[in-house]
């Protein structure tokens, strides 16, 4: 082995880091490529100011530097270790093992650049924890659904060909001996250059010069969500997602601490619950409300009915017409009847909307599924159903899927409900045939509603009935003897939609199923003895089509879901204002005043029908609205919005407290 002079050795060093540097900046010059086609995609038709577009592209290539710059950390230290070392046969192992590294991780970019593309596709934001939800979802269903919606084998052929490209090009490149130039320079000068490397790797890993790191706090550019949108990458994206998963799991989710509320929590009840809350007093009687005895329900006690449609997102209805029959059959029923329109999800997945709508909680941002968590066994004294179980009414949880998916069966079983019934009870209970009555996540809608009429007609005790939908989700399957109605879009919605629109056609078709077979429903209900003596609400999981739909304000329209109330004329709330705004929070807090008496129960959200309460919606993703307009957490503009602005952190944190402190401290059930 050749011991090379200093000299020689830093002439080397520097021959050898000029060829990294340049594959670098090919590899960033390759990022911001796919920034473009990212923007391409998404934008639509929408204009934007080409000087937020530039500011964008700016703060991009920042943030791809610093994934560039993690990847020239152990690159770095290589070429400090060889400066001292002096090997000629270690120079030469060196580039060998660069052109393996850099194609390994380049290859690894690529593929999170991609799989933030394809989940901004279906959420419309980049990758978050909800993508380790994937792992705990059906595994045959979601194959099913790529095949139906992609081609797998020509996507894994293209990542393959990709792979072998780059690997092939690297490893040529890295073969050619090293062009050195020497340098007679002091070894004090030569030191002095090493240590400058080492900190300018480590200042474009920061990003910045500020107290921040910019992956950390990536910075506002516009007022345009979706400008905002385009500096983040698929891997920084994936590290923070990571980060907030394994924090969840291991217990150190911590919402009190983060909105500021430790040792303070009586502050966060007194404001949500506007009025005085003593320190360590009995914080549960804060938020725990009473509905007042109405003699009209008292006699009735009707059937109550929750529906939750998958992805029925409320702005496309807007473009309700003949031509684009969307809402089918419920139309009329949304015309007759209840509908709260200044409603948004709790958050954008089905899971993280789900339970905290039956917990009557808003959504915690950044943390794992409860029921599949430490917390999956615990039993929660404001679950919902409990309160219904309490008026005396047979609860059912009721999904068109299989009830191991998430731990869903369980894990209701222990939140009041006493049925829990999917789709091999469904099946049985209509007798169906498994193959024809059914898609890749569950039974058709229709005959999921069957099943809750059955129910009904057959009770002989008032019933609660929660039921979760499985239509209007990819691969978008409908019964092949399912005639549509038209569907032909506008000019204006056409504008408005982003990608494949022969796919957006086929989610449209199976959207319109969804919303047909919940008018199909009430067309049942109200058509019979039911109609006097039940109440139906329906609402949606999150609007998830606004992954292809950009709206010209996503603040106050991306997150819109519906909330509908149906109920008997002779116990219906009078003079409602429809425009309240409010979340799933404030779902079964709206509807115990509809359909119990004299009852009391405990929720974060407020009654919708009471005029003199603040009324704030919240969803995890930070969008918040309220009668003062809608607007992204922490970004008031006015007081009504600073109001709901401070109710959503006093909320996260009594959702916290309920979840993980409340149960610690207390045996109740």
Partial sequence: MTRLDLNVSFSWSLALLKKVLIAQLFFLFLMSIFRLVFFMEFSGNSV???????????????????????????????????YFLRSTVLFNSAQRFTAVYLSFFYLLVSILAITDFGYFSFLNEHITIMIYGILDDDTAALWN????????????????????????????????????????????????????????NLLVIRGTFGMQPISKVIPDISSDKFVNELPNNGLLAFIKASKHYKKSKLGEYDLIK???YTDKMDEAFSYLANKEVKKDGDYLSAITWQVPRNDKIEQLRPHVVVIMVESFGLPITEYQSQEFNILGRLKKHFDEDTLFTNFISSSNGTISSLEPLLL??????????????RYQYTSYTQASAKVYQKAGYETHFVYGGDLQWRNVGKFMSLQGFQHQEGKVDIISALNLDKETSSHDWGVFDQYAYDYVLKTLKEAETPQFIFLLTTNN????????????????????????????????????????????????????????????????????????????????????????????LYAPASIKQKEINTQVAGSHKDLFATLYHQSLSDIEYISVGKNLFDKRLRHCGFNDGGIIISDGGAFEQHKTLNDIQLSCDKEHDAALAISDWLIRIYPKSTDKR
């Fill in 48 to 82: 934007y100011p080409l000087s937020d577009l530039l500011a964008a592209a700016i703060v991009g290539i920042r943030l791809d530097a610093v994934v560039i710059g993690y990847l020239q950390v152990p690159l770095t230290l290589m070429l400090v270790s060889l």
């Fill in 145 to 200: 659904t790529m095949q139906a919606n992609y081609n797998p084998l020509l996507i894994l052929l293209l990542v393959a060909f990709y792979a072998i490209s780059i690997y092939l090009i690297l490893r040529s490149y890295f073969r050619k001996t090293l062009q050195w130039k020497a340098y007679a320079l002091k070894p004090f000068t030569q030191i002095l250059f090493v240590v400058l490397l080492i900190g300018l």
């Fill in 258 to 260: 983060s909105t500021n």
């Fill in 360 to 373: 009557n909680i808003t959504a915690r941002p950044n943390s794992t599924s409860l029921g599949q968590s």
């Fill in 473 to 564: 989700h990819p691969p978008f399957t409908t019964p092949k003897e399912y005639q549509a109605n038209s569907l032909k879009c506008n000019d204006e919605l056409e504008s408005c939609m982003i990608g494949d629109h022969t796919l957006i056609q086929k989610r449209l078709f199976d959207y319109q199923y969804a919303l047909d077979m919940a008018g199909r429903f009430m067309d049942d209900i109200k058509n019979g003895e039911l109609a006097e003596k039940t109440v139906v609400a329906i609402t949606a999981d999150n609007n998830t089509i606004e992954g292809r739909i950009r709206y010209k304000d996503p603040v106050s329209m991306s997150k819109k879901i519906p909330f509908y």
